[in-house]
Every structure is written in structure tokens, then in C-alpha cells.
């Protein structure tokens, strides 16, 4: 009886985990289509839960035995990046392999993203998607001159209007990328301890977005590959009640 129950659980802990997936599916179909978007993953591993043992006979106990294994999930963030696509607008910037815009949000503090769909404030400040100001080198918001011409952006973050150089983009790289914490809108910021270094050769191509890197394809595969596992856990649920209501009619 004790078996059935823990058989129970452990396809009640499945229908959990593949609910979490779905959401993390669900989550990359929509965004699919934002500029920098990272894909969410989830890993699925059997962890054992405290001290129980199933043993060989069936009976549930401390010692030998057969761990009582549980399904766990655990979320990360995909950086592969996108494919680069050309826009031809000046103010559309995309990086080439490592490193991230930095951003300053409302509350002064820093963030990073892959998104570079910038546009120009009111007083010509070069802001993000989201209206936070894209930051140079040292740590300023970037402004464009009223008559200064048209905007270049070198491939090492330079940008210049005519002989004038308004600065260079910040370019910012972490060792360990899976510890920024994702945010609305593509952008991550870093936790205390997480240290920010500057890319030391960072490649900028103006007139390029960077594509999400979702294959929406394989995402559907995972949706309908969820639904099928889904759907068997739930008999497996349905059996083992069944087989319990009988064995206590039974023995009753």
C-alpha cells in the first residue's frame, strides 16, 4: 500500500515538473519575436526525497534499498546568441559574440541586455526599447548632437557624428552568465557578487537587431511531447487509485 502511495506522489511530482515546462514553453513561444530574447530551459532530475527507501519486497523502510526518486526541475537561461538581422536603421545595434548593452534603469542601477532597438529621447539622450538610457565606457548616458550629422557606429562601440566622437558603448561580459537574473523586456541584472568586466574587443554592427534565439519549431515539439507525458501520468494516477479503492474493499 505504501508503494502505491509513494507510485502517488512521484507521478503527482511529474505533473508539477511538466507544469513548470509548459510554463517555460509558453514563456519562449510568446517572446519568440523580441529582439535579444533568450530562450528559458528546464532541466528535469530525479532527486531523492529524505531517507525513504523502497526495498526489494515492496515494503517501505530505512536502510537497503531502492531510493523513492522525485522529479525536480530546475530553471536556466539559454545565451546562445541570435542570428543578426540587417534593419538598415542607424540606431539599431546588435553585438557579435560576447557582451551586453548596459542600460540604466529608474532606480540609477545598471543592466544588461542583448537588445539594441534604441531610440532618441526628447533631449537626443540614446535610450532603450524600454526608455532607459544606453551608457558609455564611463558609465553616462550617450547624446547625440542636434546638428551633428548622421550617427556612425564603429565596430568597437565608437560612435561618432561627423569628426565628433560622442562616446563609446559599453560593453559588459560576466564569467558566469546562468547567475544574472532575467527581467522583463530581455534585460538581466547582475547580484551582489556577480562581477561585470568589459568586453576587451567588443564587434558592434549598426543596422542589425539580434534575433531571438527561440526555434519555435522545436518548442511545439516540446509542447506536444509535454502533453503526451502529461496525459500518462495522469492514468498512471488514475490506475494506482483505482488498484487502492479495490485492495482496501478488499481487505476492509
Given at each position: 500500500m505504501m508503494a502505491m502511495n509513494i507510485g502517488l506522489y512521484q507521478s503527482a511530482a511529474s505533473l508539477n515538473a511538466l507544469e513548470r515546462w509548459q510554463d517555460a514553453v509558453a514563456q519562449n513561444i510568446t517572446s519568440s519575436q523580441v529582439t535579444g530574447f533568450k530562450r528559458r530551459t528546464v532541466q528535469v532530475?530525479?532527486?531523492?526525497?529524505?531517507?525513504?527507501?523502497?526495498?526489494?519486497?515492496?515494503?517501505?523502510?530505512?536502510?537497503?534499498?531502492?531510493?523513492?526518486?522525485?522529479?525536480?526541475t530546475r530553471y536556466s537561461i539559454g545565451f546562445q546568441a541570435g542570428e543578426n538581422l540587417p534593419t538598415r536603421r542607424d540606431l539599431d545595434m546588435a553585438v557579435t559574440g560576447e557582451g551586453f548593452f548596459n542600460v540604466r534603469m529608474p532606480d540609477g542601477k545598471t543592466a544588461y541586455t542583448r537588445a539594441g532597438e534604441f531610440s532618441i529621447r526628447a533631449d537626443r539622450t540614446i535610450i532603450s526599447s524600454q526608455g532607459m538610457p544606453v551608457?558609455?565606457?564611463?558609465?553616462?548616458?550617450?547624446?547625440?548632437?542636434?546638428?551633428?550629422?548622421?550617427?556612425?557606429?564603429?565596430?568597437?562601440?565608437?560612435?561618432?557624428?561627423?569628426?565628433?566622437?560622442?562616446?563609446?558603448l559599453a560593453i559588459s561580459k560576466t564569467a558566469n552568465p546562468a547567475g544574472l537574473v532575467a527581467m522583463a523586456g530581455g534585460l538581466f541584472i547582475a547580484p551582489a557578487g556577480l562581477e561585470m568586466t568589459p568586453v576587451e574587443k567588443p564587434v558592434v554592427q549598426q543596422g542589425y537587431l539580434e534575433s531571438s534565439n527561440v526555434a519555435a519549431l522545436r518548442e511545439m515539439v516540446d509542447l506536444v511531447s509535454i502533453g503526451r507525458a502529461y496525459e500518462a501520468n495522469q492514468?498512471?494516477?488514475?490506475?494506482?487509485?483505482?488498484?487502492?479503492?479495490?485492495?482496501?474493499?478488499?481487505?476492509?
Open positions: 532530475a530525479s532527486e531523492s526525497k529524505g531517507e525513504t527507501m523502497l526495498n526489494t519486497d515492496g515494503r517501505v523502510g530505512q536502510g537497503e534499498g531502492i531510493p523513492a526518486l522525485f522529479p525536480q551608457l558609455s565606457e564611463g558609465g553616462d548616458p550617450i547624446q547625440l548632437q542636434a546638428q551633428g550629422g548622421a550617427l556612425v557606429v564603429n565596430e568597437d562601440g565608437t560612435l561618432r557624428q561627423g569628426d565628433a566622437v560622442l562616446g563609446k492514468k498512471l494516477i488514475q490506475s494506482r487509485d483505482k488498484l487502492m479503492g479495490t485492495t482496501i474493499e478488499t481487505f476492509s
